[in-house]
């Protein structure tokens, strides 16, 4: 069983920058695809970015590409999201993600919320002045 814990979210205003670390165990589950979604009020769940060693690497969202950072660190089992230029848009419950990475090799399977197995309990992130 794979357990995702997501930390980091908070108050920012405008402009600003978090950064969301997402820890998964056990610590040896390294063969997946790993990623984040957001959800805001009203609206569905959707993708923000994901990386995986395997097929597609790394992919963002358009909303989010150039302003924020997918990266992960294998050895303590960690995927980060840092989070640059954030916008009251950018408002959402944010979910760690998780899915084998055999069963997830292209960007477009990469974005489906459908294509993982395992879901954080989110960390909220508000953007207001």
């Known amino acids: 069983q794979v357990h995702l814990v997501e930390s980091g979210g908070g108050l920012v205003q405008p402009g600003g920058s978090l950064r969301l670390t997402c820890t998964a165990s056990p610590r040896t589950f390294k063969n997946n695809a790993m990623g984040w979604f957001r959800q805001a009020p009203g609206k569905e769940r959707e993708f923000v970015a994901a990386f995986s060693w395997y097929g597609f690497g790394i992919v963002y969202a358009d909303s989010v590409k150039g302003r924020w950072t997918i990266s992960r660190d294998n050895a303590a089992n960690t995927v980060d999201l840092q989070m640059n230029s954030l916008a009251p848009e950018d408002t959402a419950i944010y979910y760690c993600?998780?899915?084998?990475?055999?069963?997830?090799?292209?960007?477009?399977?990469?974005?489906?919320?459908?294509?993982?197995?395992?879901w954080g309990q989110g960390t909220q992130v508000t953007v207001s002045s």
């Open positions: 993600v998780a899915g084998r990475g055999e069963h997830i090799t292209s960007s477009a399977q990469a974005k489906l919320t459908g294509a993982y197995d395992y």
